[in-house]
């Protein structure tokens, strides 16, 4: 099961693809309960003008029910999964080969 911390295993490159790719709304919506180094993974990929932009949202947005939340985490969560299945992105789940 994919869950928003699995955003922390994604490269800075990708993570630049996937937050082209999905909707900003349900990103500032996400991030309202995601994780600090989640929160920080995303920003750190986001331009200082769009990182700014991002923060006033979140600050506009006041609080929401968690649900509202959780289904905006769904749908984000589901553009990662799509691009990682078409290849566009690499999640690094570990576990792989070890190598020498």
């Keep these: 099961m994919f869950v928003i911390e699995d955003v922390l295993k994604i490269g800075d490159k990708d993570m630049q693809k996937v937050l ?3 909707d900003k709304a349900d990103l500032i919506l996400s ?3 995601a994780p600090k180094e989640v929160n920080e993974k995303i920003l750190n990929n986001l ?3 769009a990182r700014e ?4 949202e979140m600050e506009l947005l006041g609080p929401r029910p ?5 289904e905006a985490q769904k749908r984000f969560l589901q553009a ?6 078409k290849g ?3 999640v690094n789940r570990g576990g792989g080969e070890v190598m020498v």
Excluded: T
């Design 66 to 70: 968690l649900s509202e939340v959780e």
């Design 80 to 85: 990662v999964r799509a691009m990682e299945e």
């Design 31 to 33: 991030l309202k309960a």
């Design 20 to 22: 082209g790719e999905v």
């Design 47 to 49: 331009s200082a003008r």
């Design 88 to 90: 566009d992105i690499k």
């Design 53 to 56: 932009n991002i923060k006033d």
